[in-house]
């Protein structure tokens, strides 16, 4: 896996001081149906934004909580990257972005019957958040309610 | 920062009836946020799902992903790639 030691200093520094966001009770919602038939959206936390879609917001403090929908159509090549972190490389997504958004392999998987097919939409956020009141009492569930409305079954997060 | 942002996303969809699976970079931040399905991969931060271009090994990253909704709760429920 990713090792700390690959982080610059100062990354390191902030990220040993900083009190992470514990998931307690942990939910729990189990498969109610088999993958073949499963629809399936990526989250991606690279900040990826369409041409017609504002970027994100670097000033914002505590890191832009908002998302972007991207639909399943979307031109993989033609989504800019905003994510304003320094802490990785970021030329292997800026060269294949299947890397963090996987488009291209949920729709073979969908073809090869794998799961039953890929969700219209798609979520993008900066995942740069370290102040995360506001992702998760106002932009995460909205965020959620798109997946919900698609009758997603099954959706895989991403981190970069 | 990614890592625990996606699963706090993650979090609000088992919440509401979704089922999830989280990519994990680092074990301690997996192991403080608590994802409730996460996968740990071997690669570096930028390159989640492997190596540009390499659909093989993005598929058997998916895959693996895909195979941790076999897995009975409650979670939170963490394995690596290889193990999973």
Redesign the interface.
Known sequence: ????S??PLKTRLFLAAYR?????P??????RKP?RECRVAV?S??GLTRPDQAPFDDDVRG?DPTYRILPADTELGELLESHR?E???????R??P???L?L???K??AGAG??GDVAPRH?S?M????A?GR??KET??G???T??ADQ????????? | MCTQTVSLVAAEAERQGITTVCLQLLRVIAESVRPPRGLLVPFPHGYPLGRPHDATLQHRVLRAMLALTNEPGPGPILRELGSA
Do not use: K, Q, Y
């Not at chain 1, 992470?20 to 307690?24: A, C, L, M, N, P």
């Open positions: 896996m990713a090792e700390l690959e982080l992470w966001r514990r998931i307690d942990v939910p729990w919602s189990p498969l993958l989250v936390s690279a890191g972190s802490s990785f490389d970021h030329s292997g997504l060269e294949d299947n890397l963090a996987p291209d392999r949920l073979e998987l794998t799961i979520l956020f995942g740069s958040i370290t995360t992702l998760v995460a569930p965020a959620v309610n997946l919900v997603v079954d099954l959706a895989l997060f991403v981190p970069v």
